[in-house]
């Protein structure tokens, strides 16, 4: 990886990677990361994509592999999978490879909750059988119900990546653990409800600075989220 290590000073690039997955994990859930891109100004969409974005940051599909690499399971909103087309998740042999040596399941799971029980059609990656999937729909689709029978099953990190409704949701009853933020060097000039938590959060939240990384002019950051829960 061509990224650059801004901060923390001292500490390599393999080193910072190798932190992604923690020690500890709560009890009652997963350890909750998510993954987001924004623009200068706040923007997370072009044309309904988050990609067009990551396109303007070179690290992003870097940190983008890296991070659904190090997770047990991915969970992403209904309209993202649609309209982002998901495929499997871990899409090269060799990728699937590396988890394995590392201890985890070749694959990770599809994460879908859908409170109305509408799942989108024509997704590639609900369409393919190699690819492991656990979807909750109506009461069970309630996070903090999906999530302790995730961890009940052995999911100890889930990535989250989005959209903005799922995320600003997940923030707003404090399940998410790390965030993963790449501001990419341009402005997107979107509408106020395509910001980062999908419009304004019920009340400020204190996060901390992890770690900060450069490359072609992206800044990339993981920030902890200041809230602490039972541990095991």
Not at 108 to 131: H, K, N, T, W
Request: proline fraction near 7%.
């Amino acid at each position: 990886m061509d990224l650059r290590v801004l901060h923390p000073a001292g500490v390599s690039l393999d080193e910072l990677v190798g932190a992604i997955r923690p020690v500890h994990v709560p009890a009652d859930r997963p350890y909750v990361i998510a993954n987001m891109v924004t623009t200068l100004d706040g923007t997370i969409a072009v044309d309904g994509e988050s990609g067009t974005i990551g396109r303007h940051a070179p690290g992003d599909r870097t940190l983008f592999r890296v991070l659904r690499d190090a997770s047990d399971a991915v969970l992403a909103g209904t309209g993202t999978i649609a309209a982002e087309g998901y495929r499997r998740l871990i899409a090269t042999p060799e990728r699937r490879a590396a988890r394995a040596a590392a201890g985890l399941e070749e694959d990770a799971v599809a994460v879908v909750l859908s409170r109305s029980g509408r799942i989108p059609e024509g997704v590639p990656m609900l369409d393919d059988p190699a690819q492991p999937v656990r979807t909750f729909v109506g009461e069970e689709a309630d996070p903090v119900r999906a999530f302790a029978e995730l961890r009940a099953e052995g999911i100890r990190v889930l990535l989250c990546e989005g959209g903005p409704s799922l995320l600003g949701d997940l923030v707003r009853r404090d399940l998410i653990d790390d965030l993963y933020l790449t501001i990419a060097p341009v402005l997107g000039g979107g509408a106020p409800e395509r910001t980062l938590l999908g419009g304004t959060p019920d009340h400020p939240r204190t996060v901390e600075l992890r770690w900060l990384l450069e490359q072609g002019g992206g800044l990339h950051a993981r920030y902890a989220m200041l809230a602490a829960g039972p541990q095991s």
